[in-house]
């Protein structure tokens, strides 16, 4: 998942907007929910692994509950029409409800926990770079506008020396 970190912020944003392009132009259909669960799907995951490489660059520890919210909100796509079809058929509306409540739970406390993470993983890199967990939170919610914004800043963390010398000075 290293070429996730490496890819330019143009390059992400069209491997996350093209397939939401593609959705719009077509009627729902089986390639049309494959296109929804792959995009979410590359989207989640290029969240956790920036996080764990700043997580790897800092000393910071990974939260409990956070890698079961990564995987909830990884199959919460394919559980969405897996269950929305089947509870659809057996007039089964309040557990579909309560699986939603929780999917979507889980994926607002990924969000959430990532956005603190990235944060506070960049205030341990830049420590004068102001950092606010709501701005880093409203970037990762509005997903394909946000990882233009967001892959440059980390990528240059992620490039930081350990000795924090500035990379842009010679001496």
Same mark, same amino acid.
């Given at each position: 998942?290293?070429?996730?970190?490496?890819?330019?912020?143009?390059?992400?944003?069209?491997?996350?907007?093209?397939?939401?392009?593609?959705?719009?132009?077509?009627?729902?259909?089986?390639?049309?929910?494959?296109?929804?669960?792959?995009?979410?799907?590359?989207?989640?995951?290029?969240?956790?692994?920036?996080?764990?490489?700043?997580?790897?660059?800092?000393?910071?520890?990974?939260?409990?509950?956070?890698?079961?919210?990564?995987?909830?909100?990884? /199959? @919460? &796509?394919?559980?969405?029409?897996? #269950?929305?079809? !089947? +509870?659809?058929? *057996?007039?089964?509306?309040?557990?579909?409800?309560?699986?939603?409540?929780?999917?979507?739970?889980?994926?607002?406390?990924?969000?959430?926990?990532?956005?603190?993470?990235?944060?506070?993983?960049?205030?341990? /890199? @830049? &420590?004068?770079?102001?950092?606010? #967990?709501?701005? !880093? +939170?409203?970037? *990762?919610?509005?997903?394909?506008?946000?990882?233009?914004?967001?892959?440059?800043?980390?990528?240059?963390?992620?490039?930081?020396?350990?000795?924090?010398?500035?990379?842009?000075?010679?001496?």
């Amino acid at each position: 998942m290293q070429f996730l970190l490496n890819l330019k912020n143009w390059h992400l944003f069209l491997l996350l907007f093209i397939p939401i392009l593609l959705m719009i132009v077509m009627s729902p259909s089986i390639f049309w929910m494959l296109l929804m669960m792959a995009s979410l799907g590359l989207y989640f995951t290029w969240i956790f692994v920036v996080n764990l490489a700043l997580i790897k660059k800092t000393s910071l520890k990974i939260p409990g509950y956070y890698r079961f919210a990564f995987f909830t909100s990884l /199959i @919460y &796509p394919f559980c969405f029409v897996i #269950i929305d079809h !089947y +509870f659809a058929t *057996y007039n089964l509306n309040s557990l579909d409800a309560l699986i939603h409540i929780f999917m979507m739970f889980n994926s607002f406390y990924f969000i959430y926990k990532s956005a603190k993470l990235t944060s506070d993983s960049i205030f341990s /890199i @830049y &420590p004068t770079e102001d950092t606010r #967990i709501l701005d !880093y +939170f409203f970037l *990762y919610w509005i997903g394909v506008i946000g990882v233009w914004t967001l892959q440059p800043k980390i990528k240059t963390a992620l490039e930081y020396p350990e000795d924090g010398r500035d990379p842009n000075q010679i001496f």
